[in-house]
């Protein structure tokens, strides 16, 4: 893993790097024939490195769903960004349980995770991985003298991608080893202080937002990063600063906010009629819908497949009587459902209470059985015309991390905590979206909860409990937080995850978290 993370050098490279990111189809480096001194002389070749940045996030390997993993040791499909993302942010919370006997899989919603427990682990390596990635693309672009006219952009969206995974770290980890593309390749990284991150990451996505030259927003393609895509991920960070730093920054959020709401992005709110405009944005073509949609990690069905992404979040969350031709894939595995808790959240006429009932009870008797809690339909690999994805093994539906309906949403919250920006409205239109009637007013608690049906599966979830202090506490349980079914509170230091064992062990510059033990 310290081989992975900090001594990438050429082995980044050698990784090869294919994508399926809007114009970065590109032929893969072969990593038997080259060194970085080698290939990363051409425009091509730097285009290809860049495209695997993006891959980082889509895939568990650079060879296909089947091929070799890019981290050894971990499964592929258990270790894919976006599944331990979700791991982390939806199974933790009353959002979703997952039925599977998978190592220690029932942990994260029973809340009792330990420092050594495998998911964790995958999760962490995958964010340093995305973290060394990006650093030695930087190093490598930055030390080269090949010139190329959109060379400081993609030095501009590595910066970005890097942001984004130290985003996650920040949130997930609090206290990480830091490196940037200026550190000592091989040295064991220093920890940096969770206000420290803050601080770097706010100067860092400040400057690729005022003076890099990272493109406009909406100006760089689908799914490639933007300043649109900066300013989103500063957004979050100001909305969490009081959890990360102590002090809240709810103005900077809002002034953040109101900049992105003038980048011209807009809710989708027209359909093709088959689905609902909401439910638009989560099928086979939803990277057709580039009004609403700010950042996606692709998936394709033929190009760019994986165990991980919205191909798990499909696949797990069907079984029981549910039927796959409807889901636009061959089978179902079984895993993923709602608690009660969440889904009384929801009325029926609302556009977003896309569960699947039939069969299933709502309360959560066993975990391990799949008819007990309501299965999610909000994933499908179908396009908005109602016919299937190019295959039914893999999905083409897209993983939307980052949406206008989620900057509405935080401009509401930023009002109702006292900074000077419009709040009703942004929360009305969310709602009319929605097919539910205005408010005149609302509470933070109203935000909350507008929040989780809007953003559900969608791995923020987590970050809204800890944010709003009702992750961990008592102030909010539901069933099988705790370990028992009807829910209890938890010690507060889960509100963060464990440093793992072995990155501790490998780099005696790492301090665990407050409050983890080996025992525990």
Not at 57 to 73: L, Q, R, V
Not at 212 to 233: C, E, H, M, Q, T
Not at 464 to 483: E, I, P
């Amino acid at each position: 893993m310290k081989k992975i993370k900090y001594i990438l050098g050429t082995i980044a490279l050698a990784a090869s790097l294919t994508a399926c990111v809007g114009d970065l189809n590109v032929t893969p480096i072969d990593p038997n024939a080259n060194t970085a001194d080698k290939a990363l002389n051409t425009k091509e070749a730097y285009t290809s490195f860049l495209g695997g940045l993006y891959t980082g996030f889509a895939t568990s390997g650079f060879y296909g769903a089947n091929g070799a993993a890019s981290i050894s040791g971990l499964d592929g499909g258990a270790s894919q960004y976006i599944r331990g993302l979700f791991h982390h942010t939806g199974l933790t919370t009353d959002e979703a349980v997952c039925g599977w006997n998978d190592q220690t899989i029932k942990n994260f919603h029973w809340m009792n995770w330990t420092t050594d427990d495998t998911f964790i682990y995958a999760f962490y390596s995958r964010i340093f991985m995305q973290v060394s990635m990006a650093n030695e693309f930087i190093r490598q672009a930055r030390a080269s003298e090949l010139s190329f006219a959109e060379k400081e952009e993609y030095i501009a969206e590595a910066r970005v991608l890097r942001a984004l995974a130290y985003y996650h770290a920040i949130d997930n980890f609090g206290n990480v080893p830091f490196a940037d593309d200026s550190a000592i390749v091989g040295q064991n990284p220093e920890q940096m202080p969770r206000a420290e991150l803050y601080a770097w990451l706010e100067t860092e996505l400040r400057d690729l937002i005022d003076n890099s030259a990272l493109a406009a927003p909406r100006a760089n393609g689908y799914a490639r990063a933007d300043k649109g895509v900066a300013k989103f991920i500063l957004a979050k960070l100001y909305l969490n600063a009081e959890v990360f730093t102590g002090t809240p920054q709810w103005q900077k959020c809002a002034d953040v906010l109101k900049d992105l709401m003038d980048d011209g992005y807009s809710l989708h709110t027209t359909s093709a009629g088959v689905y609902s405009a909401y439910q638009e944005l989560f099928l086979a073509d939803n990277d057709q819908r580039t009004d609403e949609i700010i950042f996606a990690v692709e998936q394709d069905g033929v190009n760019t497949t994986s165990y991980g992404a919205t191909n798990y979040l499909i696949f797990a969350s069907t079984g029981g009587s549910m039927d796959v031709s409807k889901i636009g894939i061959s089978s179902g595995w079984g895993g993923l459902r709602t608690t009660p808790e969440f889904y009384n959240k929801f009325s029926s006429e609302d556009a977003r209470n896309l569960f699947y009932t039939s069969g299933q009870q709502k309360d959560i008797d066993d975990i391990g059985e799949f008819t007990n809690g309501m299965a999610f339909m909000k994933y499908l690999n179908m396009k908005s015309d109602g016919t299937p994805g190019k295959e039914q093994g893999f999905v083409d539906t897209d993983f939307p991390m980052m949406r206008y309906a989620d900057v509405l949403l935080m401009a509401a919250e930023c009002h109702k905590r006292g900074a000077s920006i419009e709040g009703l409205q942004p929360l009305n239109d969310v709602r009319k979206r929605a097919g539910l009637a205005a408010v005149s007013s609302f509470t933070l608690q109203d935000v909350l909860d507008e929040r989780a049906r809007e953003l559900y599966l969608e791995c923020w979830r987590r970050n809204d409990l800890v944010r709003f202090g009702q992750f961990t506490s008592d102030s909010y349980v539901w069933q099988w937080k705790g370990g028992v079914k009807g829910g209890t509170s938890v010690d507060s230091h889960f509100n963060l995850f464990p440093i793992p064992d072995s990155d501790r062990l490998a780099n005696s510059n790492l301090q665990q978290n407050p409050g983890y033990t080996k025992e525990q």
